[in-house]
């Protein structure tokens, strides 16, 4: 402990008697100085909840997602702009459900991570949320995930772009290169499988095709259109932020 944590005031002795002791000294707090963040928190997520625009903006993806899931299913994301989008907006309401690669965040983890959640907890609902690009740097695990009777929804949030890589471009040099690529037809690529795919044309469609998705009870592809616009005006916002504290 000594290592990692700087202790102002150790105390020595039985646990309960010493938090009894540390009770007795104190006083309570007359209200959390984090109110103000946690409603500016909420008002964030709240703001797209009936954007129509289209394609869909990162913000409602998230917000109908988290609408059609129970708090215990699991969603898994990718490495890509909508990894961003994931750790800032989306409400996880238990331990573990939801899981973001880090560290060296390596592209292409959704779809195996789907199918280990699922075999780990068979009956949650699971959720692949991922990039075009990293979608099908693993796509033919579509044939696992089908062999091991693992049924999970991959919800490809589509721009034909390698999404953060752009995000980054625009921020540094306010230009891109070498990011765009041309994708399959992401619902015969999955029919191609024996799964079942969907494709989002309008925003209103979202939520309705992620529930039938999700009934489905077996692997489900569907292709939403994203509006990476969205990408730099956060920048923008968050540049410009001031702490409400």
């Known amino acids: 402990m000594d290592e990692r944590y700087i202790v102002a ?10 938090l009894r002791g540390i009770a007795l000294r104190t006083k309570p707090h007359s209200g959390s100085p984090l109110k103000p963040l946690r409603r ?25 997602l988290r609408k059609v899931l129970d708090p215990a299913d ?9 990894k961003m989008w994931t750790a800032r907006q989306y409400s996880a309401e238990l331990p573990n459900t939801c899981i973001i690669s880090n560290g060296f965040a390596a592209m292409g983890i959704a779809v195996p991570g789907a199918i280990a959640a699922k075999l780990a907890y068979p009956q949650r609902k699971v959720v692949a949320v991922t990039g075009d690009a990293g979608f099908l740097m693993n ?27 752009t995000w980054h471009q625009l921020r540094h040099f306010g230009r891109t290169s070498h990011v765009a690529f041309n994708n399959p037809d992401f619902v015969k690529y999955a029919e ?22 999700l009934a489905d009870d077996t692997v489900a592809v569907v292709d939403c259109p994203v ?17 409400p504290l």
Do not use: C
């Open 192 to 213: 191609s499988f024996g799964a079942k795919g969907y494709r989002v044309e309008s925003t209103r469609d979202l939520a309705p095709i992620l529930k039938k998705a």
């Open 227 to 243: 509006d990476y616009r969205e990408n730099m005006k956060l920048t923008q916002r968050l540049e410009a932020l001031v702490s």
């Open 9 to 18: 005031v150790g105390v020595l002795g039985d646990i309960g008697e010493g």
């Open 74 to 82: 699991i969603v898994i994301s990718d490495v890509g702009a909508h």
């Open 40 to 64: 500016a928190i909420v008002e964030d997520r709240t703001l797209y909840a009936e954007d129509q625009g289209f394609p869909v903006k990162p913000q409602k993806l998230l917000w109908d």
């Open 139 to 165: 796509s033919q695990e579509i044939e696992t995930a089908l062999r091991a009777k693992t049924p999970f929804v991959a919800l490809i949030w589509n721009d034909s772009e390698y999404g953060l890589i």
